[in-house]
């Protein structure tokens, strides 16, 4: 899952800058925002997927608000950005049922809760010239919310069933950081490359815990049905270890010469690479109870992009500026492997994934953006638990029209 203009790229978000884009995964993008040009984006992600194991298969679907945020250029070399993300989200309902000394005992296994993040953010540019530009940036975040794990267990010839539950609530503070190295690659600048860096490192985020061991004799996960408490520990104050995350993209953008004033419209073709990695495996839990944190394998992500746009001039009404030749059309493609627990082999995903961004002429910088990815994750033996998935994410992105440009200085004659 992810927002429609970076899922569309194949997930490639620290090289994508865009003036009509917030993109606060790499906060030092705010200081390219158009002049006197504040940015609402609101983007809503859902995803249908098939989990499949030996001859059983479930289909299941989840949709979600993926972020609001607001950006706004302050300076010449300066803007800033703030909003709500989610940080942490689980949404998950598995069962199996399996014959032990005579009788049958059905498992389920269920997540569920969103941990948000509101942040607030800023950039500036140490260097501008013509043909190059040095941007630094930084997000300051504060998670909140809750996430649950549930473990149910029935056998069929008992009337009462068991129920295992551990929520984790955060509330703390994080941070992120990011850099943007922009050159012109000719004397024309037609073609310009990007270089984008983002880090969040490893960061040490307060939480508490709640455990509890109950009898039900009620229905599946049905807290109200308790007949009995086996334990129950509230409350417990505690932290969570969080790995240091790192991501590296590269954008490369070209644009044919027009010296002669020859074509009618002047597209752009663009290339983007980025490696990312989170190192999961100094992930660490540390709470009243003595819990051993789960191990988790270190992810990584590799992915690709291209985008194409027949005109760039999309204001241009012109008899040879057709609809279709202003939208932006994006490719792309990522494998990753997944932070699985180190007790079985590690799931990769792999996906293919595309979209476009349509412009909204009336509002200038503003657009509608859709973007899908289409894959599967896997650990490669035929036993385990497959995935097959289709993501869709819808996006828009709102700006002032040309003539209610913000920050504007008027001038008396």
Same mark, same amino acid.
């Given at each position: 899952m992810g927002d429609a203009q970076f899922l569309a790229l194949g997930n490639v978000k620290s090289a994508y800058i865009d003036t009509t884009v917030v993109n606060f995964y790499n906060p030092s993008s705010y200081s390219f925002l158009g002049k006197g040009m504040p940015l609402t984006s609101v983007n809503i992600t859902g995803r249908l997927t098939r989990v499949a194991q030996n001859e059983l298969s479930k289909t299941y679907s989840i949709a979600n608000l993926t +972020?609001? &945020?607001?950006?706004?250029?302050?300076?010449? #070399?300066? *803007?800033?950005? %703030? *909003?709500?993300?989610?940080?942490?989200?689980? *949404? =998950?309902?598995?069962?199996?049922?399996?014959?032990? !000394?005579?009788?049958?005992?059905?498992?389920? =296994? #269920?997540?569920?809760?969103?941990?948000? #993040?509101? %942040?607030?953010?800023?950039?500036?540019?140490?260097?501008?010239? $013509? @043909?190059?530009?040095?941007? /630094?940036? &930084?997000?300051?975040? =504060?998670? %909140?919310?809750? /996430?649950?794990? $549930? #473990?149910?267990?029935? =056998?069929?010839?008992?009337?009462?069933? *068991?129920? !295992? $539950?551990?929520?984790? @609530?955060?509330?703390? %503070? +994080?941070?992120?950081?990011?850099?943007?190295?922009r050159a012109a690659l000719d004397t024309n600048m037609n073609q310009w490359l990007t270089i984008g860096v983002t880090c969040s490192p490893e960061q040490t985020l307060t939480a508490e815990k709640d455990y509890g061991l109950y009898y039900l004799k009620g229905a599946m996960f049905e807290r109200d049905s308790i007949a009995d408490t086996v334990i129950y520990n509230p409350d417990m104050k505690g932290t969570i270890k969080y790995p240091t995350k790192l991501n590296f993209g590269v954008g490369y953008t070209f644009r044919p010469r027009n010296a002669d004033g020859n074509l009618k419209q002047i597209y752009e073709l663009g290339v983007y690479a980025e490696y990312s990695r989170t190192n999961w495996s100094d992930y660490k839990e540390d709470f009243a109870d003595g819990h051993t944190s789960p191990g988790f394998y270190d992810a990584s992500r590799i992915s690709v992009g291209f985008t194409y746009r027949p005109n760039i001039d999309y204001s241009n009404k012109s008899a040879g500026s057709k609809a279709l030749s202003r939208f932006q059309y994006k490719l792309g493609f990522y494998n990753q492997s997944l932070p699985t627990v180190t007790t079985i082999a590690q799931m990769n995903e792999t996906a293919i994934t595309g979209g476009l961004s349509v412009p909204l002429t009336v509002l200038r910088n503003s657009s509608f953006n859709f973007g899908f990815a289409a894959g599967f994750r896997s650990n490669g033996t035929t036993t385990a638990v497959s995935e097959q998935f289709l993501s869709l994410s819808l996006g828009i992105v709102i700006s002032p029209s040309k003539y209610d440009a913000w920050f504007r200085r008027n001038k008396i004659d």
């Open positions: +972020h609001i &945020a607001l950006a706004f250029p302050v300076t010449k #070399r300066g *803007g800033f950005a %703030f *909003g709500l993300t989610p940080f942490s989200r689980k *949404g =998950y309902l598995l069962s199996d049922t399996r014959y032990e !000394d005579g009788d049958s005992v059905l498992y389920a =296994y #269920r997540g569920v809760g969103t941990t948000q #993040r509101v %942040f607030v953010g800023g950039s500036f540019q140490l260097i501008r010239s $013509e @043909r190059q530009i040095l941007a /630094v940036g &930084a997000n300051l975040g =504060y998670i %909140f919310g809750s /996430v649950g794990d $549930e #473990r149910y267990a029935k =056998y069929k010839s008992l009337s009462y069933s *068991g129920l !295992d $539950e551990t929520v984790y @609530r955060m509330k703390s %503070f +994080h941070t992120d950081f990011g850099i943007t190295y």
